[in-house]
């Protein structure tokens, strides 16, 4: 049986470019080689998004209600719009790196001369008491305790960090402000508005692809590394004892780092089809999304949300990662840019000069369909994906040190992409997303796997580009930054150029990359394939082979014909222009969240099970029971 093709009929989601649907993200990260309207359509929808202008009336206006062309406010805030986006020095009010909170230690002594004591309410002694405490009663809720030996106290203090960059959420962007968000960890409120994101960009109403596939034919993969590390979630669990709190019932539950799966099911889907997530370090997209490309092909599936959300730009993060020596310090940037003053805006530095990577935040997610499915919804098709690689590093000395488990997903992806669209086409017509890390380790044992598989494949000057520079290291979603990104690259024939470097390191292997600080300008049907390669931490690599839209679209009308492919482009026409509607409204800050606390659920008692279905309530067609042979000569 012919393998079903998994495409991507949708995607959105939010880092610090902004919203990724309609390539806004990306455009804001080769803004320079943007034409003048698509420019100042980007600037306008951050410029709402980070609340320096309102909409009235389906106009832009000023805080004095001025109204604003899209010149005006390319004019008067296209350098704090630029400066508030992608990776920049950490704003205080997410985190104050000046100033970070901890506890210092301090130690009292007392002696039989000198005893010390101090007057506090009865409620607050500590039980037991020490044994070199005496308490001598004041009045009905009022105590006075004599220490007569030593006693260690915390007092709150703060303390500069040494990391001081991050790839932030636009300024002034606040998901949990979009809808009612319930104390809902940052990482949750963020899943919620970036799996809408990637709905709306479909351009079919939810509902209506329900409609036409079976309840268990629905999937949904998505979760993060770090979990919920926030006040909502496991931080204020962990914490609440050591700060004389209480933990709260949603703590333990919403910090599970599979709870954006089960958010997007249980308030944004409704689904009752597959689910869950698979974390692989750093490569965790691409781990969930070889599931849903797996669940697409083997027909379990036929249609799958792939996406995550990670939340990591915190003090207990910052200083995890910067143990380990694996972020850029502002000591470290200053060392490099060898001046005082250091440029937090080129702290991510893939393949150049560099001293470790940014932390980010971020959210993505890309809507799958089978090919046949896409052709009779008229969905929109932006890409395809058909195949991603894992492997494993083998034995290792450093679980953090990266190994040659990259070796083969790299050769593997490539080689699947020679089978597809020609060895040719690969030399001429692919490019690769690199991980990028931005670390001094990464950006030689990187480029030499590229440089040993294009000189295995007689690739020449392979061109390799690192959205990192642009919006950090955002963990989980750091393969789903690539990913929307490479859907950029299609769409306008723009492959980013690394610009946060002056010039590639000397120990960068090179011979047969192409490795540019420029922006690079083809047209877009020179791009048939994209390489995203994902490299983490405990020897979880991963690399995808991602198909442009052309490519699939020429794959679709020899499989389907050309009368089937005619008929699906009229019913494309409808599907573009409602997502363009939804892109439209989303410019003005109509995002129409999707949040369903509580509405629709499903009556247990109204399912009808036969023994040949089960007919769920809300959905059209039945869970049919397959027919399995695959073990029935065992038993014969």
Known sequence: MTSRLPVIVGFGGYNAAGRSSFHHGFRRTVLESMDLPARQQTLAGLAQMMKLVHVVDGQYQDDQGQVLSLAEIDARFSAIILAGTLVRRIEAQHLDPDAAYWQKNISLSATADSPLSFVTSRKQLPEPLPENWSVTELNASEVQVTLHDSCEFKIASYRPLAVKSAGQLPTGFEPSELYNSRFHPRGLAMTVVGVTDALRSVGIEWQHIVQQVAPDQIAVFAGSVMSQLDENGYGGMMQSRLKGGRVTAKQLALGLN????????????GSVGTTGSTTGACATFLYNLQKGVEQIQSGKSRVVVVGNSEAPVNQECIEGYGAMGALATEEGLRQIEGKDDVDFRRA????????????????????LMDDELALQLGADIHGAVPDVFINAD?????????????????????ASAVQLIGADGVRQRSFVHAHGSSTPANRVTESEILERVASAFAIEQWPVTAVKAFVGHSLATASGDQLISALGSFKYGIIPGIKTIDAVADDVFQDHLSIATEDRSLAPEQLEACFINSKGFGGNNASAVVLAPHVAERMLRKRHGEAAFAAYQTRRAATRSAAQAYDELALKGQLE???????????????EISAEQIKVPGFAQPLQFASDARYRDMLD
């Open 593 to 607: 969240i999707i949040y369903n606390f509580g509405n629709d659920m499903i009556d247990d008692k109204q399912i």
């Open 394 to 414: 083998g034995f290792k000395k450093s679980i953090s040190a990266p190994g040659p488990g990259n070796y083969l997903t790299v050769a593997k992806a490539v």
């Open 348 to 367: 991510s530095r893939p393949f150049g000069a560099n001293c470790g990577f940014t932390l980010a935040e971020a959210c993505q997610f890309v809507v």
């Open 258 to 269: 599979t709870m954006p799966a089960d958010f997007i099911n249980a308030y944004v889907l």
